[in-house]
Protein backbone atom coordinates (compact mmCIF):
# COMPACT_ATOMS: atom_id res chain seq x y z
CA UNK A 1 0.00 0.00 0.00
CA UNK A 2 1.13 3.77 -0.83
CA UNK A 3 0.47 6.32 1.71
CA UNK A 4 0.57 10.12 0.90
CA UNK A 5 1.01 12.98 3.39
CA UNK A 6 0.16 16.50 2.48
CA UNK A 7 1.99 19.33 3.31
CA UNK A 8 2.17 23.48 2.71
CA UNK A 9 -1.37 25.13 2.09
CA UNK A 10 -2.54 27.94 3.93
CA UNK A 11 -3.58 31.53 3.81
CA UNK A 12 -1.61 33.98 1.05
CA UNK A 13 -2.28 37.28 -0.39
CA UNK A 14 -2.96 37.45 -4.05
CA UNK A 15 0.29 37.53 -6.03
CA UNK A 16 1.83 35.67 -2.72
CA UNK A 17 3.42 32.14 -3.61
CA UNK A 18 3.65 28.74 -1.87
CA UNK A 19 4.78 25.73 -2.00
CA UNK A 20 3.23 22.29 -1.29
CA UNK A 21 4.66 18.91 -0.55
CA UNK A 22 3.15 15.34 -1.06
CA UNK A 23 5.49 12.67 0.47
CA UNK A 24 4.73 8.93 -0.69
CA UNK A 25 5.64 6.03 1.53
CA UNK A 26 5.26 2.33 1.38
CA UNK A 27 5.34 -0.03 -1.32
CA UNK A 28 6.33 3.01 -4.02
CA UNK A 29 7.27 1.25 -7.63
CA UNK A 30 9.88 3.00 -9.69
CA UNK A 31 7.87 3.38 -12.79
CA UNK A 32 4.95 6.23 -11.26
CA UNK A 33 3.28 9.11 -11.70
CA UNK A 34 2.84 12.04 -8.83
CA UNK A 35 1.07 15.27 -9.19
CA UNK A 36 -1.28 17.73 -7.87
CA UNK A 37 -5.39 18.46 -8.60
CA UNK A 38 -7.69 20.66 -6.98
CA UNK A 39 -11.21 20.99 -6.23
CA UNK A 40 -12.99 24.83 -5.39
CA UNK A 41 -16.39 24.37 -3.39
CA UNK A 42 -19.32 23.47 -5.95
CA UNK A 43 -16.67 22.54 -8.65
CA UNK A 44 -15.35 19.24 -10.18
CA UNK A 45 -11.74 17.90 -9.34
CA UNK A 46 -9.38 19.29 -11.98
CA UNK A 47 -5.63 18.37 -12.95
CA UNK A 48 -3.20 20.76 -11.57
CA UNK A 49 -0.44 19.21 -12.99
CA UNK A 50 1.69 16.24 -12.66
CA UNK A 51 5.19 14.68 -13.16
CA UNK A 52 6.21 11.25 -13.87
CA UNK A 53 9.39 9.06 -12.61
CA UNK A 54 11.23 9.79 -15.82
CA UNK A 55 10.35 13.15 -15.32
CA UNK A 56 8.18 14.29 -17.34
CA UNK A 57 5.40 16.85 -16.68
CA UNK A 58 2.02 17.81 -17.60
CA UNK A 59 0.16 20.90 -16.10
CA UNK A 60 -3.19 23.21 -16.95
CA UNK A 61 -3.16 25.98 -19.04
CA UNK A 62 -4.74 28.33 -16.07
CA UNK A 63 -1.24 27.33 -13.94
CA UNK A 64 1.48 27.38 -16.75
CA UNK A 65 3.83 30.12 -16.28
CA UNK A 66 2.57 30.35 -12.17
CA UNK A 67 2.97 26.67 -11.01
CA UNK A 68 6.06 24.18 -10.97
CA UNK A 69 5.94 20.83 -10.15
CA UNK A 70 9.02 18.59 -9.57
CA UNK A 71 10.12 15.50 -7.55
CA UNK A 72 12.79 14.44 -5.07
CA UNK A 73 12.91 10.59 -6.51
CA UNK A 74 15.30 9.63 -3.07
CA UNK A 75 12.69 11.35 -1.13
CA UNK A 76 9.62 10.06 -2.53
CA UNK A 77 8.22 13.80 -2.59
CA UNK A 78 6.35 15.85 -5.33
CA UNK A 79 6.34 19.50 -4.83
CA UNK A 80 4.15 22.05 -6.18
CA UNK A 81 5.52 25.44 -6.34
CA UNK A 82 3.11 28.18 -7.11
CA UNK A 83 3.40 31.99 -7.78
CA UNK A 84 1.19 34.36 -8.48
CA UNK A 85 -1.40 33.06 -7.05
CA UNK A 86 -4.98 34.27 -7.88
CA UNK A 87 -7.92 34.24 -5.99
CA UNK A 88 -9.31 31.75 -8.28
CA UNK A 89 -6.66 29.51 -7.33
CA UNK A 90 -8.25 28.55 -4.07
CA UNK A 91 -9.47 25.51 -3.67
CA UNK A 92 -8.98 22.18 -2.27
CA UNK A 93 -5.30 20.56 -3.41
CA UNK A 94 -4.90 16.82 -3.48
CA UNK A 95 -1.73 14.58 -4.20
CA UNK A 96 -2.18 11.49 -6.22
CA UNK A 97 -0.31 8.71 -6.77
CA UNK A 98 -0.75 6.52 -9.81
CA UNK A 99 1.35 2.91 -10.71
CA UNK A 100 -0.18 0.50 -12.78
CA UNK A 101 -3.64 0.10 -11.69
CA UNK A 102 -3.16 1.37 -8.12
CA UNK A 103 -4.24 4.97 -7.40
CA UNK A 104 -4.00 6.62 -4.85
CA UNK A 105 -5.46 10.17 -3.06
CA UNK A 106 -4.13 11.96 -0.08
CA UNK A 107 -6.40 13.82 2.67
CA UNK A 108 -6.13 17.36 1.43
CA UNK A 109 -4.76 20.47 2.11
CA UNK A 110 -6.68 24.24 1.28
CA UNK A 111 -5.17 26.41 -0.48
CA UNK A 112 -6.80 30.02 0.23
CA UNK A 113 -5.94 33.38 -1.97
CA UNK A 114 -7.44 35.78 -0.49
CA UNK A 115 -6.49 39.65 0.94
Known amino acids: QVQLVESGGGLVQPGGSLRLSCAASGRIFSFNRMGWYRQAPGEQRELVATITSGGNTNSADSVQGRFTISRDSAKNTVYLQMRSLKPEDTAVYYC?????????WGQGTLVTVSS
Open 96 to 104: NYVSGLLEV
